[in-house]
C-alpha cells in the first residue's frame, strides 16, 4: 500500500498509542490501494476504560505525502494530532463521530 500510496517503502519506528482501541468498520466500495472484498478496515477509536497501548509504526512522511493520505483516507476517519508513548508528536487517523 506504501509504494502504491507514496510510491516508495516508508521509513518508520516502532511506537504506540495510549488512550485509543482498535476496532473494526465496513467502509463498501472501496477503491485503490489497500482495498479489500470485505470492505472492512481498522480503526482507532477513544477508549471508554483502560486499555493497553495500541502498538503501531510512526512514519516519516514528507508534507506532500501527507496530502495524498489525507486524500486516500475517506469520511470515516479525521487526522488528529497526539503525543506517543516515547513522547514524539504525530499524526493519527481516527474514527470521525
Known amino acids: 500500500m506504501q509504494r502504491a500510496l507514496f510510491g516508495r517503502d ?3 519506528e516502532p511506537d504506540a498509542l ?3 482501541v482498535l476496532n473494526v468498520i465496513s467502509i463498501r ?3 485503490g490501494p489497500g482495498a479489500n472484498e470485505a470492505g472492512e ?6 477508549a471508554l476504560a483502560s486499555a493497553p497501548p495500541v502498538r503501531g509504526v510512526a512514519l ?5 505525502e501527507l496530502d ?3 486524500l486516500y483516507e475517506t469520511a470515516a476517519y479525521a487526522r488528529i494530532e ?13 474514527a470521525a463521530r
Open 68 to 70: 495524498r493520505a489525507d
Open 82 to 94: 497526539v503525543t506517543l508513548v516515547s513522547g514524539r508528536r504525530a499524526f493519527v487517523y481516527v
Open 60 to 64: 516519516r512522511l514528507t508534507a506532500a
Open 10 to 12: 516508508v521509513v518508520g
Open 29 to 31: 466500495g472501496a477503491a
Open 18 to 20: 495510549e488512550g485509543y
Open 41 to 46: 478496515y481498522l480503526i482507532l477509536r477513544k
